[in-house]
């Protein structure tokens, strides 16, 4: 059986019913299972990782899809589950990793692959860039104002499909030859924020105004609008400064392991131009 924790994430939305029209068994986890809507074909399992009995949520676990959001956990997370008789641990990291980069998201994301590679089980890290699925942030501008702000410098960025990175998590959790693998998954083009927004409008079938603002004024409307945190809005930034220099770079993985060209933006776009268009009446 395969535990998917972060089942109800981005990248475990779709991981859970690739996994099982796979044909495997998947336990899915989430800390609130009346809330989540999880594929009914899995054993849903509700638990908080910072409270649960550990050896207890791993008992019967073949395999484990690694995510979690306190990182400092990760450590323990992956030794209990080597404890409790877990034999591949496949771990979501970040493609900062591979580049160096410093911020704490990133150190935490590298002190959690040395734990995962430390604590027994076979092993396998998943490093992706940004997601397609970051630009839902956009959703609530477009649809009130018709608009993107985007903050000023926001790079070029190959961002991956979620579907493609839960993909390469199947083969990982489901086929043999990626034990010890690192992987770093990223789309197959890099398009400036402008072209995304570019595309997007093609997908919504209407304009939609592009507007670059400074950093403070990104910071304001992330608190304001969004109510992020300080501590997260000061995270995401320490992120970017440091992501900037990289988010363009392509790697060949994703088509080389799946052995078709990764999803691209345009799809991403014509998939979710519905959520996008309803609310704007221009
Ligand atoms: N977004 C990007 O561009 C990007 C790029 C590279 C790497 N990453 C990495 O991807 C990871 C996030 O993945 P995601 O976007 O798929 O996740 P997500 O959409 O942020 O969802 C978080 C998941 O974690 C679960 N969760 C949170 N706290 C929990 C707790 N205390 N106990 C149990 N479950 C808990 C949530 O489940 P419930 O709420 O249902 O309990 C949910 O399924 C992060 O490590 C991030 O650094 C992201």
């Given at each position: 059986m395969i535990f998917v924790l972060g089942a109800t994430g981005k990248v475990g939305r779709a991981l859970v019913p690739a996994l099982l029209d796979a044909g495997a068994a998947v336990r899915a986890l989430t800390r609130d299972p009346a809330k989540a809507r999880i594929d009914p074909r899995a054993d849903v399992v509700g638990a908080d990782l910072e409270t649960a009995d550990l050896p207890a949520l791993f008992d019967g676990a073949d395999r484990v899809f690694l995510l979690t959001q306190g990182f400092r956990h990760e450590g323990a997370i992956a030794r209990a589950a080597a404890r409790a008789g877990v034999t591949h641990l496949v771990k979501l990291s970040t493609s900062g990793v591979h580049f160096g980069q410093t911020d704490p998201i990133t150190r935490a994301h590298a002190e959690a692959e040395q734990a995962v590679r430390e604590a027994g089980p076979a092993w396998t890290i998943l490093r992706p860039g940004a997601f397609m699925d970051n630009r839902f942030a956009w959703l609530r501008t477009i649809r009130e104002e018709n608009t993107v702000y985007v903050p000023e410098g926001d790079p070029a960025s190959a961002l991956v499909h979620v579907r493609d990175i839960a993909a390469v998590a199947t083969l990982a959790l489901t086929?043999?030859?990626?034990?010890g693998a690192t992987y770093e998954l990223t789309g197959g083009e890099a398009l400036t924020t402008e072209q995304q927004v570019a595309v997007l409008s093609d997908a919504i079938g209407r304009p939609i105004e592009y507007v670059e603002e400074p950093e403070t004024a990104a910071r304001e409307r992330m608190t304001r609008m969004y109510g992020w945190p300080v501590e997260a809005v000061d995270g995401f930034f320490a992120l970017k400064r440091e992501s900037a220099a990289h988010e363009h770079v392509v790697f060949d993985t994703v088509a080389r392991l799946l052995g078709k060209p990764p999803r691209t933006f345009p799809d991403w776009a014509r998939e979710n131009a519905a959520a996008f268009t309803y609310h704007y009446r221009g």
């Amino acid at each position: 059986m395969i535990f998917v924790l972060g089942a109800t994430g981005k990248v475990g939305r779709a991981l859970v019913p690739a996994l099982l029209d796979a044909g495997a068994a998947v336990r899915a986890l989430t800390r609130d299972p009346a809330k989540a809507r999880i594929d009914p074909r899995a054993d849903v399992v509700g638990a908080d990782l910072e409270t649960a009995d550990l050896p207890a949520l791993f008992d019967g676990a073949d395999r484990v899809f690694l995510l979690t959001q306190g990182f400092r956990h990760e450590g323990a997370i992956a030794r209990a589950a080597a404890r409790a008789g877990v034999t591949h641990l496949v771990k979501l990291s970040t493609s900062g990793v591979h580049f160096g980069q410093t911020d704490p998201i990133t150190r935490a994301h590298a002190e959690a692959e040395q734990a995962v590679r430390e604590a027994g089980p076979a092993w396998t890290i998943l490093r992706p860039g940004a997601f397609m699925d970051n630009r839902f942030a956009w959703l609530r501008t477009i649809r009130e104002e018709n608009t993107v702000y985007v903050p000023e410098g926001d790079p070029a960025s190959a961002l991956v499909h979620v579907r493609d990175i839960a993909a390469v998590a199947t083969l990982a959790l489901t086929t043999s030859g990626h034990e010890g693998a690192t992987y770093e998954l990223t789309g197959g083009e890099a398009l400036t924020t402008e072209q995304q927004v570019a595309v997007l409008s093609d997908a919504i079938g209407r304009p939609i105004e592009y507007v670059e603002e400074p950093e403070t004024a990104a910071r304001e409307r992330m608190t304001r609008m969004y109510g992020w945190p300080v501590e997260a809005v000061d995270g995401f930034f320490a992120l970017k400064r440091e992501s900037a220099a990289h988010e363009h770079v392509v790697f060949d993985t994703v088509a080389r392991l799946l052995g078709k060209p990764p999803r691209t933006f345009p799809d991403w776009a014509r998939e979710n131009a519905a959520a996008f268009t309803y609310h704007y009446r221009g």
